[in-house]
């Protein structure tokens, strides 16, 4: 990705994602992110076993919300919390 909002777009991604330092995202996820940007969505997600397809939910809201954010000047506050956590505790 190239430019302020890109950059900007892929530190939510981040953040979304719940990386830690000098973790960055698959770069099948920034790719993603960027077509979901785009209005491009895909039927299938076809990735191999272990590598980050529980993120597509994810994903997909970051794009939501930055869309929303361009388009109505509103910043939300994307929490991350690890997805192990989350259904811990919904159990």
């Not at 997600?45 to 509103?74: N, Q």
């Amino acid at each position: 990705m190239a430019g302020e909002n890109d950059a900007a777009a892929a530190k939510w991604l981040c953040e979304a994602l719940g990386l830690k330092g000098g973790d960055t995202p698959f770069p099948w996820q920034t790719a993603l992110l960027e077509d979901f940007r785009n209005g491009r969505l895909h039927p299938t997600v076809d990735i191999p076993t272990g590598l980050g397809k529980t993120s597509v939910m994810a994903i997909w809201l970051v794009a939501r919300a930055w869309e929303l954010t361009c388009r109505d000047g509103w910043y939300p506050l994307l929490i991350a919390e690890p997805s192990s956590a989350t259904a811990a505790r919904l159990r």
